[in-house]
């Protein structure tokens, strides 16, 4: 018993210290497993998923899509530097792909790779509507929240009595593939659970200054996700589900952080 405190207790120390903040929010978030474990599968599944999928290139959409992609990531890539922290993204590779299927979804693996479905292109209406789902999903990754929530089953896990095996899987070995799925919820076939909502609104507001930073007008977001509502009849994927957080809490919380997003939508145009 005594044993089992002093594993306790050094998991809690070492849970304590293994902390990193989210940029922008500066929210303290859970870390016990770092990128250099997760990217490398990440980017494996990436490819997996490209085979897999039927990948669009040449039409209007996909060129979209990667325009959009791009020129968040580099005014993102930009922010950082404006921070002082340019080495931030230094292991992230960018990647913006459109799949071809029906499905209403859009995903960012850890490390920035991001893919579309045709079946959201209707919804995005327009290259700002597009710009709102980029930014969104940019901000998963900026702010690591596959690796938060994989951290978190580690621990869930170590709060089993498993630590010494739990401790060494996450440091040695890395989270193997459907972790990394999983974290950034593509797995929908595996009967993932969404993002927490407080994921969701942290990707929201990152994701609505982000969009401005690259000059797309915010005000898109709300009416991206008014039409989203007005789509809600069928079923969605856990990243875009109607129910998490309600499509009203969504809208209203975007426009709370609208003033600060037009002062980076106005710098963007300076
Ligand atoms: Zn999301």
Not at 129 to 156: K, P
């Amino acid at each position: 018993m005594k044993k089992l405190i002093v594993i306790s207790i050094i998991f809690i120390a070492f849970v304590g210290i293994q902390c990193s903040s989210v940029p922008v929010s500066g929210r303290s978030q859970l870390s016990l497993v770092g990128n250099d474990k997760i990217f490398p599968t990440s980017f494996e599944q990436y490819e997996v998923v490209k085979k897999e999928g039927n990948i669009v290139t040449g039409t209007e959409q996909a060129q979209m899509v990667k325009r959009v992609g791009v020129r968040i990531q580099r005014a993102v890539e930009q922010y950082f530097v404006d921070l002082g922290e340019p080495r931030y993204l230094d292991d992230y590779q960018w990647e913006f792909n459109l799949i071809d299927e029906e499905v209403v979804n859009a995903w960012c693996m850890p490390g920035g790779k991001v893919a579309f479905y045709t079946g959201i292109m209707p919804i995005c209406q327009n290259e700002e509507g597009v710009a709102v789902v980029m930014g969104h999903e940019i901000a998963h990754a900026i702010a690591n929240h596959g690796r938060e929530r994989i951290s978190q089953q580690y621990a869930a896990q170590a709060g089993l009595g498993i630590v010494g095996a739990v401790l060494g899987a996450g440091t040695a070995a890395g989270p193997g593939p459907e972790l990394i799925m999983q974290g950034a919820g593509a797995a929908t076939s595996l009967g993932i659970l969404a993002f927490s909502r407080k994921h969701e609104s942290e990707a929201d507001k990152l994701g609505l200054y982000f969009m401005a930073m690259a000059g797309y007008d915010p005000q898109h977001a709300p009416k991206f996700w008014e039409r989203m509502a007005a789509n809600s009849g069928g079923e969605q994927p856990p990243e875009f589900t109607s129910t998490h957080p309600s499509h009203d809490t969504r809208i209203s919380d975007l426009n709370a952080n609208m003033p600060k997003a037009m002062e980076y939508y106005r710098k963007s145009k300076n």
